[in-house]
């Protein structure tokens, strides 16, 4: 174990590296401080962050790891994909919505509501009923293109 820890201190020890745990997470740069060894498991103390894991996983964690030559610190943004601007317009869907149902309820609730303010606020509840059953139609169409 010692001679992995030594070939760790090696490749990583005072070096910056970019670590992306998966294909979909985003890419972190990382300076490492250093590295020890820790009731059977390898520590690596980096700037923002530690990881420790058994000695069997060094290979699996080099492999998610690139040795950087920049001094700078960085966050690699993660790409948006199609699924991210759909739960985006979802969200803005739902707060439009939200804000409707919100308003005709302080309508109906401040005061005795009239038969008109209560068919308009079942209007309301409807049509919102409606486009929330839309939206999951539509984000359920989107999970199965990303498969």
Do not use: W
Request: glycine share 4%.
């Amino acid at each position: 174990m010692q001679k992995q820890i030594d070939e760790l201190k090696h490749t990583l020890e005072g070096r910056n590296f970019i670590y992306q745990e998966a294909d979909h997470l985003m890419k972190k740069e990382y300076f490492c401080k250093g590295i020890h060894k820790r009731n059977e498991k390898i520590l690596i103390i980096t700037d923002s962050r530690s990881f420790l894991f058994y000695p069997d996983d060094i290979k699996s964690f080099l492999s998610k790891c690139v040795i950087s030559d920049t001094s700078v610190i960085k966050t690699v943004p993660k790409k948006i994909n199609h699924m991210s601007n759909v739960i985006c317009e979802l969200y803005e869907n739902a707060s439009k919505v939200s804000d409707g149902l919100m308003k005709m309820f302080e309508k109906i609730s401040n005061n005795k509501p009239t038969e008109e303010e209560l068919k308009q606020a079942k209007v309301v509840s409807d049509v919102a009923g409606k486009l929330i059953d839309i939206e999951k139609i539509r984000l359920g169409y989107m999970h199965l293109n990303t498969k």
